[in-house]
């Protein structure tokens, strides 16, 4: 009953074709997790049901998008709680730093204030920024901007409407720049005025955000 | 500064810069670009996030690679044995195959496969013991309908036009799986037991030397001074265990109805 060839010839082909997102899979989780720790467990989870589950991969659809499903549910299901807890803390430590952001003095202007905003920040920055946002824009900025997912296959991976990836894809952006704004004038990337003539773009429906943040 | 074009929205230009239109209306927005300075600002803008995005994303460690590897490795194979063997009791039964399956290697190899011989040992050893009945029967509709209540897959006994006589049904477990023992008792062979031990088995390969019989394919074997003889109706395998001879054997396969 145990076919020892089988399993080989098994493991190396879900090998071949799975490895390969390994990064992605561990880039994703560490801004799921946001800690390095869980960030290994949840992609090990991930990669041992992949396999346990390969013989329902259907060969030749999309590995990536299929793994990234897997690490989703994995992480809603059992990484979400044990996040959640840090999360409370590290919300209100940002507080803190956008009472600074808005008391600061702004030195000096520029024509175009944005025209190199997104190229001079740090990506400790964007991190942060990232690390910020509710677990439901966070999910799909990860899928699109770090993983480059098209709409429809975020909308397969979290299983909802293209319609409701789009406006949760936008608003999470707009709350992304809007946290970036506040660090990048912390790290002295721009100064509070720029970041003023700035904030106007990337404004955000903050009863959304709010209602968001308590159903996270 | 607001997007104030009022001709693109910028959800619309966000979608442009993913990727998400054809070739055609990319060409349509490459002239509407050329032609406002709001627009390819916004464009400009977001191609810039989401560069820096990009450059967000992080690597995993080298030695999490081997890890990841190394895990996938200690699993056996994908789907039902991957799941069988997380449970401990499992791993003993799993530990006492491999330690059956080296010996078996060290008599040679005359048989094909060590791990499907034991379904027609197990059978026998079962049919040996002539453990008590759990539902003594013997029509066999109403033995039918009690194992249909009992078991998770579908069971069909056989109708046997003439010969052995229904004794009745016992649950059993072959390899972890449940399995039915449906006892039968030969009055024209004074009276001697014949089992028909009935089991789930996904395995494609059945043991023994292949026949036709009344249209099926039934696989005959012999161990231990019994005849069995398997066949397989709706994935599940039917074993006839008797120490009938073969002749024997193959004539109670031949009027056994699967109806």
Known sequence: ?216 | MTHECRKLEETFLHAYVDGEFSPEENAEVKLHLDECPVCTQAVRLHRSYKAAMLRANAVAPHPFYDGVREQIAGESSPGRWARTFQRPSAIAVAAACVGAAAWFLAGGLSRPLFARHSLVDDGIAIHKLALPLDFPATDPRSAQQWLESKLDFGVRLPRFSQGPRLQGVRLSSVHERRAALVTYSLPQSDGRRVSLLIVDDPEPQLAGDARRVADREVWLSRAKGFNVASWRNNEIVYSLITDLDEKDVLALVQSAEMR
């Open chain 1, 1 to 216: 009953m145990l076919d020892f060839k089988h399993t080989d010839r098994t493991r190396r082909e879900f090998e071949s074709l799975s490895l390969d997102h390994l990064d992605a899979l561990y880039s994703a989780g560490l801004r799921l997790t946001k800690n390095e720790r869980d960030a290994e467990d949840l992609v090990q989870d991930t990669f041992l049901r992949a396999f346990r589950f390969f013989d329902k991969f259907e060969r030749g659809t999309n590995m990536k998008a299929w793994l990234f499903k897997i690490l989703t549910n994995t992480f809603i299901n059992k990484y979400r709680r044990r996040v959640k807890e840090r999360t409370v803390v590290e919300g209100a430590a940002r507080e803190a730093g956008n009472e600074r952001f808005v008391t600061r003095e702004p030195t000096e202007t520029s024509a175009d204030p944005e025209q190199y905003f997104f190229d001079k920040l740090l990506s400790d920055d964007v991190i942060r920024s990232i690390d910020q946002l509710p677990i439901d824009f966070r999910l799909v900025v990860i899928l699109a901007d770090l993983q480059e997912f098209s709409y429809k296959e975020i909308a397969e991976i979290l299983d909802c409407p293209v319609g409701t990836v789009m406006s949760r894809l936008y608003r999470g952006r707009k709350l992304l720049q809007k946290n970036l704004l506040g660090y990048a004038v912390e790290s002295g990337v721009l100064h509070g005025r720029q970041a003023m003539e700035l904030s106007v773009e990337v404004e955000v429906e903050e009863a959304e955000v709010l209602e968001l943040k308590r159903r996270a």
